[in-house]
């Protein structure tokens, strides 16, 4: 059974680092795209990136990077999302999920596609 | 780049079908066969329902079904159940640097 089990809820002041964490099982690690995304209180979905554990490879929304950083310890199976200041704006439940990702031989990029499977979420709450 | 385009809210009686468009541009739906849909409980986690533009995952009922034409898509759903009650959200890759969007969502009632 595919499972994506997450960190528990996390509350920071602006400013502080933070790490939440989601590990992997059901599924081989190193052979799949892991992705995040938001969803702020009371608001839709959004994009954060993607990793591919077996060589690290890492795609952001343009939106989310250089505020965000992805990574995987694939000894662990795990997926982490990380921010070195955390800002009020980035007070919101984040997802990890399993997504493929398409090759386009034509323009030689990748296109993440469809997410089948979801964590079940983390709350990360940044208030002074 | 902005959320592709849903309407708010969608609402039904049991039994009839609904259908929620999602409208794009050619650098997201009108140019690629990536749209998937996805359906969200409040306080679970979003589920997907169609993949491909009209590919139902298997254990996805037969009664939500995906289409699209030029630049937007959508998803209808039939013979609509009280159970059906949820967000919906479409989503795409997109050539822009968002690399992938999802839309704006669409709350569907049962009445």
């Known amino acids: 059974e595919v499972q994506l089990l997450q960190s528990g809820t996390e509350v920071r002041k602006p400013g502080e680092s933070l790490r939440i964490s989601c590990q992997v099982s059901g599924f081989s690690f190193t052979s799949e795209w892991i992705g995040w995304v938001r969803q702020a209180p009371g608001r839709g979905l959004e994009w954060v990136g993607v990793?591919?554990?077996?060589?690290?490879?890492?795609k952001y929304s343009q939106s989310f990077e250089g505020h965000v950083t992805i990574s995987a310890d694939t000894s662990l199976s795990t997926a982490f999302l990380q921010w070195s200041s955390v800002e009020a704006s980035d007070t919101a439940i984040y997802f990890c999920?399993?997504?493929?990702?398409?090759?386009?031989?034509?323009?030689?990029?990748?296109?993440?596609?469809?997410?089948?499977?979801w964590g079940q979420g983390t709350l990360v709450t940044v208030s002074s | 780049q902005s959320a592709l385009t849903q309407p708010a809210s969608v609402s039904g009686s049991p039994g009839q079908s609904i259908t929620i468009s999602c409208t794009g541009t050619?650098?997201?739906?009108?140019?690629?066969?990536?749209v998937s849909w996805y359906q969200q409980v409040p306080g679970k986690a979003p589920k997907l329902i169609i993949y491909d533009v009209s590919n139902r995952p298997s254990g996805v009922s037969g009664r939500f079904s995906g289409s699209k034409s030029g630049d937007t898509a959508s998803l209808t759903i039939s013979g609509l159940q009280t159970e059906d009650e949820a967000d919906y959200y479409c989503?795409?890759?997109?050539?822009?640097?968002?690399?992938?969007?999802f839309g704006s969502g669409t709350k569907v009632t049962v009445l």
């Open positions: 050619n650098s997201d739906i009108g140019g690629y066969k990536y």
């Open positions: 999920a399993r997504q493929a990702v398409r090759f386009s031989q034509t323009t030689t990029s990748y296109q993440p596609v469809e997410i089948d499977s």
């Open positions: 989503s795409s890759y997109t050539a822009s640097s968002t690399l992938y969007l």
């Open positions: 990793i591919y554990p077996g060589d690290s490879d890492t």
